[in-house]
């Protein structure tokens, strides 16, 4: 079996103030320090607060990410932020294409080509892209999951490089599943991780696809988090709701740690 790194990203979405954004991120770098070597860990803080947290984690092995960025250098974009920006704050991985993005009902909704667009912006300026995929409940009870994740995943790599490929890190997020309490059977979502991988093997490469993870994210909580992680492809998860408690969230990091270790 490959020996895949997992990771955990804590995507706190519009959450916290600048006062629980940095106590939280301090609570997660005290416990940290031992899962770190056997687990990835990225913290997502809204934009104001991510110089912030970035202090509050300097020195350590935690990630700092951002869940969005604009596809364009510079420019009349008000209210965007640009990879490079990112990159001054170092800023390592960003978010492209979640679904809060791409179903937007109340929003710009981001189609596959924006989301395309974004992703070779973010591996540009050598950022690592955790691109985001699943379907809508409508979709899965059509029987269409497999269709629309592959699609979704195709629309994005297009004119994307292998070596460009090996920066982008794959979140299976059925829409269906988040921050409902839901979430795919453990089964399910690793048919459909291995799907993902098959593709990746056949658009590049079989080193490609066996090196790159592939996380889960919709309802992961402390409780069900080894059940999914121990999948063979599942290689960690992105954390909504429950990385908003550290507790919760470093549980959730150590099942995905001891999927290693084990
Ligand atoms: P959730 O969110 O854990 O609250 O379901 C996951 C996500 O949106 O990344």
Redesign the pocket.
Known sequence: MFNRTPIVGG?WKMNTDLASARSLAGEVVVASRELTPHCEIVLFPPFPYIATVGDVIRGTDIRLGAQDVHHKPNGAYTGSVSAAMLVNLDVTHVLIG???RRHAPEGVAEGDRLINLKLKAALEAGLTAVLCLGETLEQREAGKTEEITLSQLDAALEGVSADAAAQIVLAY?PVW???TGRNATPEDAQAVHRLLRQRLGMRYNEELARATRIQY????KGSNASSLFSQPDIDGG?????SLNSEEFLTIVRAAAETVAA
């Open positions: 995507n979640h679904s809060e997020e599943a988040i921050g994210g919709g309802s992961v992105l954390i909504g709701g429950a």
